[in-house]
Every structure is written in C-alpha cells, then in structure tokens.
C-alpha cells in the first residue's frame, strides 16, 4: 500500500493512501478528540470536536472526513482549537443530565473523558428537560434514554450502513432534532433485531442493555453472547446457528465439531442451557439451539470438516489408559490421541457409549448415533476393550501406563433406605434402564410407582409405558411448578399415560416378603436440605396415604460403583477427589472427570469436563495441553442483519413429534426433528448476538501516548 508522509505535532508520521487524518494520528498512537467517528463507521464530522489545523488551510477542519496528502503538516493543539471544540462540547453538555455518578456507565462514559480531557467541570452540564425524546422509550432488551444523546449519530450509522436494519433516524418535531424511529415506533414494532449494536457503539448512557441481560460473572467479551457464555463446552452456537440459517450445514457441522465429538447425540439429549440464557426469552421464545445442532448434523452430506479432524501430531511414545466409556472417557480419549498419545479405553460393560448407551432410553438417543460417532473416536487410532472391569485406578497406573484416566459415570444406584427396599421388584432406575437397555430379562409387576422426579424417574415411566406396563406413577417431592425434569418429558409422559403425583415425600414401603403391595407417602407443603444434605420436610399431618403397586423403583439418584480398593482418594458419595485445576488425584499421574468428580450431570458436562481432562493430561506428559481446533476456515463476518417484518413476533418452530399412541408401542425415536424450512426460519430467529463483539472498540484519551 502507499505511504504518505506527513508532521503531526512536529513528528514525523508515516501514513497511508487514503487514509484520513484522524485515522493516522490515532494509528501513530496522537489523540485527537473525537466522538461523533469510529473505527466502523463512516466518517460524518458532526461532533467538531476532532478539528485540525492545516498549514495553507485557511480555517480548522474535522480531521475524521479529511484525507492525508503528502507534506501536510498538521496541528492538533492550538488556542483557536481548544475554543472550537469548547463551544461543540458545550453545545453537547446543554442538555445533558448533570448525574454522571448515578449513570450506569459513570467511569466508562466517552463523553465523561472528553469532559476531562477538554477540562470541561460538571457544573457545565444542564437540566434541560427534552420532552419529544420520551416517545416510546420503553423497549426489550434496550434502555433507551434519549436525554442522555448527544446526537453523533453512531447508532444511527450502525444500524443502517453495518447492520443493514437501518430504524434509526434523525427525527424533527416542534423545532427539535432528536434519533428515534419511523413514526416513533417502539424498537419492536419498528422491526429491531435487537443485535445490540446500537448499545455497543453509544459513547454515553443513553442507549443500555437492560440490566440482568448478561451475566456478571464472566468476562464481558464471554458475558455478551450468553448461549455460549453458558454452553459448558464453549461451543460458538451464534456461528454455526448463523450457517444453519445460510443452508451451509457442513460448514455448522464443522464449527460445533470443535468443541463436541458427540453433535449428533447431544443434538437429541443435550439440556440446552444455552437456551434458557438466550435472549430471544426476553421478545418471545428462545432460539432452538438444540434442534438446530441436530438438524445440521442430519443433513450434512459433504463433510467438509473431517480432513482437518483426522489430523493427528506425532506420536509420543506415551501410553494413556482411560477407564469408562462414556461421554466423559471418550472425549478425553479422541483428544489424546489427537495429541499423539497412544490410548486405551477400558469398559466393564459389553457395549461402549456409557449412560448414553445403557442409561437414556432408546427413544429419546437412537443407538446407531452413538455407535457411530464413537466409530469416528476408533477411527482416530483409539482402542477399546469391552466387558473389561477395572479394580484398582493404581494398579494399571503400575502396570506400564504414562497416565490413567477414570472416568467411570455414576452406575450405582441409591435406593432410600427404609423397609422392604431390598425385596425383589425393587429397582434402582440405573437397574431398570441398564437391564432393557442390554435386553437382560427383568421382573415387572402391574403397577410400577416410580420414586424421584428428575428426567431419569421420567426415562424409567415411559421406558415401562413401551414395555406394556398400564398402570405408572411417578411420586416426587417437587410441586407441579418446579419439577426437576424438562418439561417436554413430563408434557409427553402424561400423554402416554403416566400419573404424576407431586409434593409427596415417600416414607415407607407397604407389603411382605414375598412381595411389594404399595408405596407409603406424606403430603409436603414445602421442603429443603440442611447443610449436612438432610432432607427436612414441612409435612402436612395426617396425609397419609398410599400409592398401590407391585414394583417400585428409585430413581433418587446414583454415584460411582468404586470403593477404597480403587487407589486413589475418594470424598462423599464415592466420588473421586481431584485437585480442581488440574483433575488430578492424590496419585501422581492418575486423573479423573465427568460423573466420577462431581456426581450425576449431563452429557454437554461429561463432554466439557473430558476436555478439560485431555488438556491437563496432554500437559502432564509433556504437550502444551492445546486441544483447541479450526475445522471451518472463518472467512468475513457478514455484519449485515436486514430489517424483517414482524422479526420480534416470529414464533419458535417446534420439531415434530411421535403420536402419542404411536410411540406407545416402541422404542422408535420420537422427537422427529425439523425439515429444512422450518430449520432455516428458526435460525433466522436468532438476534446474533456474537457480531457485537466484532464492533471495535473506541481507546480512550489516556490509552494514548501523546495527548
């Protein structure tokens, strides 16, 4: 590129063609004031606060719309400047509130420096009510208080020529010039796409996020794209949503195979946390990340992402055993082995894939996805040995390994300790689930109670409903309102006939030895745990009562099968202990993750936690613990959003779901997942929040090394 050479100040600067000379001040690292220009944004020069002087130019000029030439020698620093851009703040201040220390952007105001900067007191600032700025000020999502506007313009800028959106505007009424909308429509009735760009680029508080929208305790670039922020993995969710929307479904593949070698599984089970952070809530309903996660996978016929994912770096020389094949065992083991190291993963089942094999029923997580995205893990060089238990984490740690990882699950069932649980036909639901899962024959009676109420007590009622069990009910301490399981399982549950019962703590089983004739339950007006985990209960006396059935199982939760024989140090509930930056043990070399550290969670948290176990392994024998990948080349962000008709109103497109009485008698799949149209509008519902993070940011006065 050319270079022009020009004198800033007395100093020499070498600038670009093109350029102007605000640009080139600030790039040689001269402030020049400036409010109205951003580094994104088309220069207007409406502020007059970054005014130059030019030698053989008669008057000042705003140096955001003026280009270098070669030899202009420049002023930045003169009386006469010092008095023009004293005027235009002054201008600025005239009716501006005086409340800086009560503004939520006090100490991270552009406007509140350049008062600094200029040596402009606070006293100079004015109660000058603007009453046509009020209009419609009350929106979703954006705070909107126009009597804090300066008027530069920046919003206006973004949303048209960055964001293509283009609702903003200068409005005039009764002599007064203010940014509103069309007709001074709200923000969702003008057709927002509530980006956030306009709040990104403000220099003052008069356009905010509303508060709670994002989290407090992440980094603000994290906090800013809440999906991911809450994706345990990372996993950038705007990107790929973004190419669902663009019909490049290989390439979404591709950027959610970075952080997740289970996409197709967790397209069917993940909890979706992202979604109840999405910021769509707050206009409708949130974006369904998860079918969309499954949708791409579904349809993605190139594959364009798995020569880089077939990479491997050389090999080490180190041998890493990893016992548990679940979700949590097999991440940690496709990362190692991309590492180079050679892996063995040790499973004492007969089938590998873990609780989402043996433990989430077939119609909710088909078993040929999980077989084939653990194929993909062999594939990479990983072996397997099936129906292999492991006694002692210790022992084969000595018996020729660099490292050992457990990551065994949580397979051990709890039954609640009272009478007659240890009769036959009492169950754990890991016992239940595992046994149908494996086809092992298993003793059902008439009528099952099932006691718990998270989504395993649901998975145990509808696995029983496709075994042709009539007569179901689920007993669970939580109120209607704040069951544990997702509300789809409980919704389609009922569909298929199971009976819920709710804030009921069980207290007894009823029956004999030869048999379970009932369970015993006391209704609760409400409930909580002591700092020991004791359940403690406001119970409502003389409620008594009894659920009749032949078979009960408990679903009240599970922990690892492992004791002291294991080798390694063990806290409550048979869970590993491992120092938690490193997920190492109190052995030297032997790790641990997913269940086995912090009792029964989701598969996207066995995942991330597999992760994070390669990368303090890889780190441990040598590597640099970088696990991160780029699959997908990131090409140009397209800034561009576009103005949509009704874009707030736009409703979530649901998948499609089995009939009732249809699923009722197999284990077929139920959520049918999206076709194609509905996939593509529903990605288009997403507000894209990641692209605010792209907007650069504006370095205040003392950021710079010559003011």
């Known amino acids: 590129m050319q270079k022009v050479n020009i004198t800033i100040n007395d100093m020499k600067v070498e600038a670009k063609a093109g350029q102007t000379v605000l640009q080139a001040a600030l790039d040689a690292d001269i402030y020049i004031p400036h409010l109205c220009a951003h580094p994104d944004l088309?220069?207007?020069?409406?502020?007059?606060?970054?005014?130059?002087?030019i030698n053989g130019v008669e008057s000042a000029v705003t140096s955001c719309t003026t280009e270098v030439e070669e030899g202009m020698v420049i002023r930045t620093k003169t009386d006469n400047?010092?008095?023009?851009?004293?005027?235009?703040?002054?201008?600025?201040?005239?009716?501006?509130?005086?409340d800086c220390t009560s503004c939520p952007v006090y100490l991270n105001c552009e406007l509140q420096a350049m008062m600094q900067y200029l040596g402009v007191a606070?006293?100079?600032?004015?109660?000058?009510?603007?009453?046509?700025?009020?209009?419609?000020?009350?929106?979703?999502?954006?705070?909107?208080?126009?009597?804090?506007?300066i008027q530069c313009g920046r919003c206006i800028r973004v949303c048209s020529d960055i964001r293509e959106v283009g609702i903003l505007k200068y409005n005039q009424k009764d002599g007064e010039i203010y940014v509103g909308t069309e007709n001074d429509l709200p923000f969702r009735e003008a057709d927002c796409r509530f980006c956030g760009a306009c709040i990104e680029i403000c220099p003052t508080g008069a356009l905010r996020d509303v508060e709670g929208t994002f989290s407090k305790d992440s980094p603000r670039e994290i906090a800013l794209t809440p999906c991911r922020d809450t994706c345990p993995a990372g996993t950038d969710i705007p990107k790929y949503v973004r190419l669902v929307g663009e019909g490049k479904y290989s390439e979404a593949v591709g950027i959610i195979r970075e952080k997740l070698p289970f996409p197709l599984s967790?397209?069917?089970?993940?909890?979706?946390?992202?979604?109840?952070?999405?910021?769509?809530?707050?206009?409708?309903?949130?974006?369904?990340?998860?079918?969309?996660?499954?949708?791409?996978?579904?349809?993605?016929?190139?594959?364009?992402?798995?020569d880089k994912a077939m990479k491997k770096q050389a090999p080490t020389g180190k041998k890493v055993a990893v016992i548990g094949a679940g979700p949590a065992g097999l991440t940690s083991a496709l990362y190692l082995a991309k590492k180079g190291h050679a892996v063995t993963v040790y499973e004492k089942l007969p089938v590998v894939g873990g609780m989402m094999t043996v433990g989430i029923p077939e119609y909710r997580l088909p078993r040929e996805v999980v077989k084939a995205e653990v194929a993909f893990i062999e594939n990479?060089?990983?072996?397997?040995?099936?129906?292999?238990?492991i006694d002692s984490a210790l022992e084969l740690k000595n018996s020729g390994y660099d490292a050992v990882l457990i990551a065994v699950g949580t397979h051990k069932g709890r039954k609640l300790s009272m009478n007659l649980s240890d009769q036959k036909q009492v169950y754990t639901a890991l016992e239940f689930l595992a046994s149908t899962s494996l086809k092992k024959e298993i003793t059902l009676g008439n009528k099952i109670a099932i006691i718990g109420g998270g989504n395993v007590a649901f998975d145990c009622a509808r696995t029983a409903v496709r075994l042709g069990i009539k007569n179901?009910?689920?007993?669970?301490?939580?109120?209607?309102?704040?069951?544990?399981?997702?509300?789809?399982?409980?919704?389609?549950?009922?569909?298929?006939?199971?009976?819920?019962?709710?804030?009921?703590?069980?207290?007894?089983?009823?029956?004999?030895?030869?048999?379970?004739?009932?369970?015993?339950?006391?209704?609760?007006?409400n409930f909580s745990f002591g700092p020991d985990g004791q359940l403690q209960l406001d119970a409502v006396e003389g409620s008594e009562s009894i659920t009749e059935a032949d078979t009960v199982i408990f679903a009240a939760g599970q922990?690892?099968?492992?004791?002291?024989?294991?080798?390694?140090?063990?806290?409550?509930?048979?869970?590993?202990?491992?120092?938690?930056?490193?997920?190492?043990?109190?052995?030297?070399?032997?790790?641990?993750?997913?269940?086995?550290?912090?009792?029964?969670?989701?598969?996207?948290?066995?995942?991330?936690?597999?992760?994070?176990?390669?990368?303090?392994?890889d780190k441990y024998l040598g590597g640099d613990g970088n696990i991160?990948?780029?699959?997908?080349?990131?090409?140009?962000?397209?800034?561009?959003?576009?103005?949509?008709?009704?874009?707030?109103?736009?409703?979530?497109?649901?998948?499609?779901?089995?009939?009732?009485?249809?699923?009722?008698?197999?284990?077929?799949?139920?959520?049918?997942?999206?076709?194609?149209?509905?996939?593509?509008?529903?990605?288009?519902?997403?507000?894209?929040?990641?692209?605010?993070?792209?907007?650069?940011?504006?370095?205040?006065?003392a950021d710079y090394k010559y003011k």
């Open 122 to 149: 606070h006293s100079r600032l004015r109660r000058i009510e603007k009453k046509n700025i009020r209009i419609n000020s009350k929106n979703p999502l954006i705070v909107r208080e126009m009597e804090r506007c």
């Open 559 to 617: 922990m690892p099968d492992l004791d002291e024989n294991f080798g390694v140090e063990l806290n409550r509930g048979n869970r590993v202990a491992v120092n938690p930056e490193t997920l190492e043990t109190d052995k030297t070399g032997i790790f641990a993750a997913g269940d086995a550290i912090y009792g029964t969670k989701v598969v996207i948290e066995a995942v991330a936690s597999g992760r994070k176990a390669a990368s303090e392994i």
């Open 42 to 53: 088309t220069p207007q020069g409406g502020c007059k606060l970054c005014v130059v002087e």
């Open 380 to 389: 990479m060089g990983v072996e397997i040995v099936t129906d292999k238990k």
């Open 472 to 525: 179901i009910t689920v007993i669970c301490l939580e109120p209607k309102d704040a069951m544990l399981a997702d509300e789809e399982e409980v919704i389609q549950a009922q569909e298929e006939g199971v009976i819920i019962k709710n804030s009921k703590s069980t207290i007894g089983l009823e029956g004999s030895e030869s048999g379970i004739t009932g369970v015993k339950h006391i209704d609760v007006n």
């Open 628 to 701: 991160s990948e780029e699959l997908v080349s990131r090409s140009v962000m397209d800034k561009k959003l576009g103005k949509i008709a009704g874009f707030s109103e736009q409703k979530r497109e649901e998948t499609e779901v089995l009939e009732a009485q249809s699923r009722k008698c197999s284990f077929s799949k139920v959520d049918l997942g999206l076709d194609e149209n509905k996939a593509c509008r529903e990605a288009g519902r997403c507000l894209q929040c990641d692209l605010r993070i792209d907007l650069r940011k504006v370095k205040f006065w």
């Open 81 to 98: 400047l010092s008095r023009i851009r004293g005027v235009a703040l002054e201008l600025m201040l005239a009716s501006h509130p005086g």
């Open 266 to 306: 967790l397209g069917y089970v993940c909890n979706h946390t992202c979604e109840t952070a999405c910021k769509r809530s707050k206009l409708n309903s949130p974006v369904g990340i998860r079918s969309l996660k499954r949708f791409a996978v579904e349809n993605d016929l190139d594959g364009i992402w798995k």
